[in-house]
């Protein structure tokens, strides 16, 4: 069903090859994957367009041109495009699409082909597809949606549904090698207790945040240093992964709650992604720390840098996005500082913290960073807000759990653009990271509809 609307969508693209034409994307690792396959799938067949990659609340900026392609955005917003009405636009997203009809578009989105959009197909794998319904050569592309997935998180245990043939795509390819191992954060490029103390999802009791304890662990099982040197995830045996492993799985499991205990070791243990072409150090060999860098160019305002890099321009955009992600790295190191003496409030099972001071373009990383650190419970779904950079009457909220609590069959992407829309407000996203823009004066109304909505999802009283 979904290859007739592909199809669909190359015809109204062939019909404008010669207008003018613009890719308009998310700003977020997925979204500017999905704009640099896009891009050079057009390069390809030698069609002149624009890229402009934004945040959602800026969707009623876009500019008309003859044909429109929104790539990671768009079928939530699709109330915001009345002004557009008169252009042709083709709709790449994955997201869960609003009710609402729209002028003149080619509306591709796997929800309403019976796929799940949060879990089986990032916007990138949705952008790759037409590309690959444009022409089969563009195969080579697979690997960016797989970056694309990781960005949304969707690489939990395996890539599963459509990503899953998009993976057998890549690999093909000879671009993309896929196999089990430790998931942690920085395999090639990070010494192993770094890695560590970072991982959180599951929390690591003496671990997670525990700069000392990761490296008393690593010093008791002997493994992490080649004579003095810290080594990375990559450089270390199968047996000593072994031994790693079951220790990570020995101490979560015992701080989980036994309902989600048993799930444990598929959040230790399961695929990772890297791709063959890369330089063994380099930050965009492992597919998740790719879709960090791409993130990073999107939240430091240099997006294109991210496209050109993912479209394979290197030189001098590559030292670029190198030191945008020190940028990001910096800016989201001060953000945590600043953050972790805020009280975080619990609403029902829901934990609160403010993060006025936090600019909005990462707020929802360090909602994500911050579960599990600072007395901040895994286990239960953090939500910050903080003014957004637009318009400081308006509050942007993100909010982050576990993936274990997918397992309990939350959804807080529902949950939040339900409460959202009863607080005056947008929102929306997957199970277990989503967004919204709140009216200031509704921020509490908007808090309690939420964490009364989760409440109700997790089956646990609210008040
Ligand atoms: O902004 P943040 O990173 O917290 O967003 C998490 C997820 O929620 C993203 O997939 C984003 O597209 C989605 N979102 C949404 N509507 C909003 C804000 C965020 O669907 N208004
Ligand atoms: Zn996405």
Redesign the pocket.
């Known amino acids: 069903m979904m290859q007739a609307v592909l199809q669909e969508a190359v015809r109204l693209l062939r019909t404008h090859r010669e207008g003018k034409i613009s890719l308009v994307s998310?700003l977020?690792a997925d979204g500017i994957a999905a704009a640099s396959i896009l891009s050079k799938a057009l390069d390809r067949e030698g069609i002149h367009h624009t890229v402009t990659c934004m945040k959602?609340?800026q969707i009623p900026d876009v500019e008309p041109a003859d044909l429109i392609l929104f790539s990671d955005?768009g079928s939530?917003q699709l109330n915001h495009l009345s002004h557009l009405d008169h252009c042709a636009k083709i709709i790449l997203d994955h997201?869960p699409p609003l009710e609402y009809s729209v002028h003149n578009a080619v509306h591709v989105n796997p929800n309403l082909s019976g796929y799940d959009g949060s879990s089986e197909i990032s916007g990138a794998g949705i952008s790759y597809l037409f590309a690959r319904a444009l022409d089969r050569e563009n195969a080579d592309l697979a690997p960016l949606a797989i970056v694309g997935a990781c960005g949304?998180m969707q690489d939990f245990g395996r890539l599963s549904g459509l990503n899953r043939e998009i993976l057998e795509d890549a690999h093909s390819t000879g671009l993309l090698e896929y196999g089990d191992d430790l998931l942690l954060y920085g395999r090639y490029t990070r010494p192993l207790f770094k890695s560590l103390q970072y991982f959180s999802d599951p929390f690591v009791p003496g671990i997670t945040g525990n700069e000392f304890g990761c490296k008393q662990l690593l010093e008791t099982l002997n493994i992490g240093k080649k004579d003095v040197q810290w080594v990375t995830l990559s450089d270390l045996s199968f047996q000593e992964k072994k031994i790693l492993a079951s220790e990570l799985v020995k101490r979560s499991i015992h701080h989980a709650p036994p309902d989600l205990g048993r799930y444990i070791p598929q959040m230790i243990i399961g695929e990772s992604y890297s791709l063959t072409h890369e330089e063994l150090s380099s930050p965009l060999k492992d597919c998740n720390e790719f879709a960090t860098c791409l993130n990073a160019c999107g939240r430091r305002g240099r997006f294109e840098v991210g496209i050109e890099v993912a479209k394979g321009n290197r030189g001098i955009y590559y030292d670029m996005l190198v030191t945008l992600l020190q940028e990001h790295r910096a800016s989201i190191a001060c953000a945590l500082e600043n953050m972790s003496n805020t009280p975080v409030r619990r609403i029902s099972g829901l934990q609160v913290i403010d993060g006025s001071g936090i600019p909005d373009t990462i707020?929802?990383t360090c909602?994500q960073m911050l579960l599990g650190q600072n007395g901040i419970d895994t286990y239960a779904p953090l939500m910050a807000y903080t003014p957004s950079d637009r318009d400081p009457d308006v509050y942007?909220i993100?909010?982050r759990c576990s993936r274990l609590l997918l397992y309990r069959n939350i959804h807080m992407?529902k949950a939040m653009r339900n409460a959202a829309r009863e607080a005056g407000g947008?929102?929306?996203?997957?199970a277990p990271?989503?967004?919204?823009?709140i009216p200031a004066g509704h921020l509490d109304e908007f808090v309690q509809h939420f964490a009364g909505l989760l409440s109700l999802q997790l089956g646990q009283p609210h008040g």
């Open positions: 998310h977020d959602l609340d955005l939530g997201h949304d707020v929802g909602t942007k993100s909010a992407g947008e929102g929306g996203g997957h990271a989503c967004g919204a823009y």
